[in-house]
């Protein structure tokens, strides 16, 4: 058997064990494992492999950003922070037609800011804003639509822990794969408002207008998430600003871990100051953040098992060369792996789909010729891999934002929030393909600022 022929073997039978509900890192783990044994013949070899491939693994200094950014969104989450946002993007934006809604895609944008996580997202700002619509005549279809889709923003608009394992594994700079996603994301979140607008245009009954707010009250609301704009802007600013004026020789204030540490401390501070978390909450907080650490990194070393097994086979070099040797256009190529995560968007989660792809998808595109530098290449690609995981977030029948909303909305059936979503991943897809025609869109910002 070829190489080639056992990874693909492998990976079918990875991809069983997880449809069979073995948790993916252990299906990961299991498989390279037995992968690696079957290649080099000695299970002496492969112990002595998994010892270094453990300390290679765990010692990796990015990998702290992790832990801290999960702090940071669970101090987010627990704060009030949340509330604090749809408040103000109501009260400015709730008098228009579809207002609320678009108030909620805003707060979204806003939360996921802070937060890193699409499932947290979801799920928070679910129980601000659903009761709020829902209390203002807004349908059931369009309250939990517009809700799963603006969960999605936690993961595109940076800090990203999605961005950060993508990173980790293609080895980029965490600071440009941020940087690139900040315009997409604002994209994201204005094309959902558009979608929003349009939608209440052709169902007037689904979004009724809110009471106009006095400006007075706008500009309190407005005052009051002031600690959210400088969080954000102390974390980007501080890992990607030119600082030189005030560290002579260094241009950022901070790394992006020191970023992400400071980020946690002045969430966690807000939280305090207002009240928002407690003793309880704290503890709460340190407890949920190391569970998911744990299980991210837990995925981690199984996706490096796995990684070092098909480097063993060496078959995601003889599918580049297979594929460069087949005369396809590059474009033709990128849109097909589009179209495979849009697919296993319906039924994975989005960190899955990372892990397992990218060991197989990346060195194909790297031998790619699109008229970019290799990293304008690498960061181009995550940040459509990103967007379009995004949308299998909420993809009907299997999204995970989608079950998220049920959970919090119970009494409204899910065949609503199918019907509800679907426009926003018509504006999800229309977006994929301005940032594929337009790779100059995603890296124009990272060519300012380096």
């Known amino acids: 058997m070829s190489g080639v022929e056992l990874a693909l073997t492998a990976f079918g039978l990875m991809l069983g064990a997880i449809f069979l509900r073995v948790p993916i890192g252990a299906a990961m783990f299991i498989t390279g494992f037995i992968g690696t044994?079957?290649?080099?013949?000695?299970?002496?070899?492969?112990?002595?492999?998994?010892?270094?491939?453990?300390?290679?693994?765990?010692?990796?200094?990015?990998?702290?950003?992790?832990?801290?950014?999960?702090?940071?969104?669970?101090?987010?989450?627990?704060?009030?922070?949340?509330?604090?946002?749809?408040?103000?993007?109501?009260?400015?934006?709730?008098?228009?037609?579809?207002?609320?809604?678009?108030?909620?895609?805003?707060?979204?944008?806003?939360?996921?800011?802070?937060c890193g996580s699409s499932l947290a997202t979801a799920s928070t700002m679910g129980q601000v804003a659903l009761p709020e619509m829902r209390k203002r005549g807004y349908s059931d279809a369009l309250s939990t639509g517009v809700l799963a889709a603006g969960g999605t923003l936690g993961i595109l608009i940076p800090p990203s822990v999605i961005l950060v394992i993508y990173a980790i594994l293609t080895e980029q700079n965490i600071v440009k794969m941020f940087l690139a996603a900040l315009i997409p994301g604002i994209l994201a979140a204005l094309g959902y408002m558009l979608t929003v607008a349009i939608y209440v245009r052709f169902k007037p009954g689904s979004g009724p207008v809110a009471e106009r707010k006095p400006i007075g009250a706008r500009f309190w609301t407005l005052f009051r998430i002031w600690p959210v704009v400088v969080i954000f802007g102390l974390v980007m600013?501080?890992?990607?600003?030119?600082?030189?004026?005030?560290?002579?020789?260094?241009?950022?204030?901070?790394?992006?871990?020191?970023?992400?540490?400071?980020?946690?401390?002045?969430?966690?501070?807000?939280?305090?100051?207002?009240?928002?978390?407690?003793?309880?909450?704290?503890?709460?907080?340190?407890?949920?953040?190391?569970?998911?650490?744990?299980?991210i990194f837990f995925i981690l070393f199984g996706a490096q098992v796995f990684n070092s097994f098909l480097a063993f086979?060496?078959?995601?070099?003889?599918?580049?060369?297979?594929?460069?040797?087949?005369?396809?256009?590059?474009?033709?190529?990128?849109?097909?792996?589009?179209?495979?995560?849009?697919?296993?968007?319906?039924?994975?989660?989005?960190?899955?789909?990372?892990?397992?792809?990218?060991?197989?998808?990346?060195?194909?595109?790297?031998?790619?010729?699109?008229?970019?530098?290799?990293?304008?290449?690498?960061?181009?690609?995550?940040i459509l891999t990103l967007i379009v995981v995004e949308v299998g977030l909420i993809t009907p029948p299997v999204g995970m934002n989608l079950f998220i909303i049920n959970q919090v909305a119970r009494d409204v059936p899910i065949g609503q929030t199918y019907r509800g979503v679907l426009p926003f991943v018509a504006s999800d897809l229309i977006r994929v393909v301005i940032l594929v025609s337009f790779p100059a869109i995603t890296l124009w910002l990272v060519g300012v600022m380096f």
Request: hydrophobic share 55%; charged share 10%; glycine share 12%.
């Open 237 to 295: 600013g501080g890992i990607a600003g030119d600082w030189n004026w005030f560290r002579p020789g260094v241009q950022a204030l901070f790394t992006p871990t020191e970023g992400a540490a400071v980020g946690a401390v002045a969430t966690g501070l807000y939280g305090v100051l207002t009240g928002g978390l407690n003793w309880r909450s704290f503890l709460a907080s340190i407890v949920e953040a190391a569970q998911a650490s744990a299980m």
């Open 37 to 114: 044994w079957v290649v080099l013949g000695r299970p002496t070899a492969v112990m002595s492999q998994m010892k270094t491939l453990t300390y290679d693994t765990f010692s990796s200094y990015s990998l702290t950003i992790i832990p801290l950014f999960l702090l940071m969104g669970q101090f987010a989450t627990k704060s009030g922070m949340s509330a604090a946002l749809f408040n103000a993007a109501s009260d400015w934006l709730g008098h228009r037609k579809g207002g609320v809604a678009m108030a909620a895609v805003g707060a979204c944008a806003g939360f996921g800011a802070v």
């Open 313 to 382: 086979t060496q078959a995601p070099q003889a599918m580049a060369d297979w594929v460069t040797g087949q005369g396809f256009a590059p474009m033709t190529v990128l849109i097909a792996m589009l179209v495979c995560y849009l697919i296993f968007g319906c039924v994975m989660d989005s960190l899955s789909m990372i892990l397992l792809t990218i060991p197989i998808f990346f060195p194909i595109i790297e031998v790619l010729d699109f008229g970019l530098t290799l990293e304008q290449t690498a960061i181009w690609f995550g």
